[in-house]
C-alpha cells in the first residue's frame, strides 16, 4: 500500500514499510529538511546506511563545457554528497555507537559514495572517447579510501 509522507512517501506490504523522501542535494535546506523527517521516522535510534546515488552527467567537450555547467556538476556530484554526509553524520555516528559489530560495516553504519570509472585520472586514456569534461571533473574526488566513522 502507497501513502504519502511529509517530503515524500511510504510503501508497506505487510509489516515491512519502505519510505521515500525527497530531497534536491544541491540544496542545502532541501537536505536539512530531509535529515528532519528521516530523523522522525527512525524513532530515537541511529542511521546505518548513506548511499550518496545522485550524479548528474552533460556530454560536454573541451570546446562547448562553460563555467555553470562547471559549477552545476560540482554542486550536485560533489557538493552534494559532501553535505549529506555532513548532514547525516549525527545519524550515522548515533548507530555507530549503538552498534556491537566490529570494524568497518554497513549494518553498522557507512557512507557509500557512488564513483565512476571516468573519474578515475588513471584510467582516462582508457575512457576519454567520451570528454564529459565536468562529469569527471566533480566525481574524482570521490576515489577516496574508507575511513571509520
Ligand atoms: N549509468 C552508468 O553507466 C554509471 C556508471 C558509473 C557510475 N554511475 C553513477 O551512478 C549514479 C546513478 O547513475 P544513473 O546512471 O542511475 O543515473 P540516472 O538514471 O540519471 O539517475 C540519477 C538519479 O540522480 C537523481 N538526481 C540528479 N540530480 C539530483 C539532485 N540534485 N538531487 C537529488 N537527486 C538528483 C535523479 O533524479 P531525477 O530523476 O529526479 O532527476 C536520478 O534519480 C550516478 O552517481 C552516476 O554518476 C553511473
Redesign the pocket.
Known amino acids: 500500500m502507497k501513502t504519502p509522507l511529509p517530503g515524500g512517501y511510504q510503501v508497506s506490504h505487510g509489516s515491512q514499510t519502505l519510505s521515500f523522501v525527497s530531497?534536491?542535494?544541491?540544496?542545502p535546506s532541501a537536505i536539512i529538511n530531509a535529515v528532519k523527517i528521516v530523523e522522525g521516522k527512525l524513532n530515537g535510534a541511529g542511521l546505518n546506511l548513506l548511499i550518496n546515488?545522485?550524479?548528474?552527467?552533460a556530454p560536454v567537450t573541451l570546446e562547448t563545457v562553460d563555467s555553470e555547467e562547471m559549477i552545476r556538476a560540482y554542486k550536485?556530484?560533489a557538493v552534494?554528497p559532501l553535505l549529506m554526509a555532513q548532514a547525516f553524520l549525527p545519524l550515522l555516528k548515533k548507530a555507530a555507537r549503538e552498534s556491537t559489530d566490529k570494524g568497518l560495516s554497513c549494518s553498522k553504519a557507512a557512507i557509500i559514495n557512488?564513483?565512476?570509472?571516468?573519474g578515475s585520472i588513471e584510467k582516462t586514456s582508457e575512457s576519454f572517447f567520451k570528454p564529459v569534461i565536468s562529469?569527471r571533473c566533480s566525481?574524482v574526488w570521490r576515489l577516496g579510501p574508507c575511513l571509520p566513522l
Not at 546515488?53 to 552527467?57: E, M, P, R, S, V
Not at 557512488?114 to 571516468?118: D, E, F, G, P, Q
Open positions: 530531497a534536491d542535494v544541491a540544496d546515488n545522485a550524479g548528474i552527467y550536485t556530484n552534494g557512488i564513483s565512476t570509472i571516468m562529469y566525481k
